[in-house]
């Protein structure tokens, strides 16, 4: 699977999970206000990310042509776990152009 953006992903070290993650996990993620959407998650060089830490990495999401021109480099989306936040992503690049939001393309 080809990854649709790359962000700095932080994860929440209390109120949210209560164990770590690993690279293949599949959350929620906010990608507009009235969309939820599940996202695989690929950390660079770590297996295992621990609550409070932040990590760079690229979510593929599923089907994202049913939300189109939703994001831009620097918008801040939640992840989650049903209603529960467990963490955000600030988006660093946004691969997928169908994601790209319009008048941020050049």
């Not at 831009?72 to 939001?101: C, H, M, R």
Request: charged share 25%; proline share 3%; hydrophobic share 40%.
């Amino acid at each position: 699977m080809i990854a649709d953006v790359e962000a700095m992903i932080t994860f929440l070290k209390t109120g949210g999970r209560t164990r770590s993650v690993f690279n293949g996990y599949r959350p929620a993620h906010l990608v507009r206000d009235d969309y939820l959407t599940t996202g695989i998650h690929h950390y660079y060089d770590k297996q295992e990310v621990v609550l409070g830490e932040s990590v760079r990495g690229t979510i593929t999401f599923i089907s994202p042509e049913e939300y189109p021109h939703c994001l831009w480099i620097g918008k801040i989306i939640n992840i989650q776990e049903a209603s529960k936040i467990v963490g955000y992503a600030e988006i660093t690049n946004v691969f997928n152009k169908i994601l790209l939001k319009e008048d941020t393309i050049n």
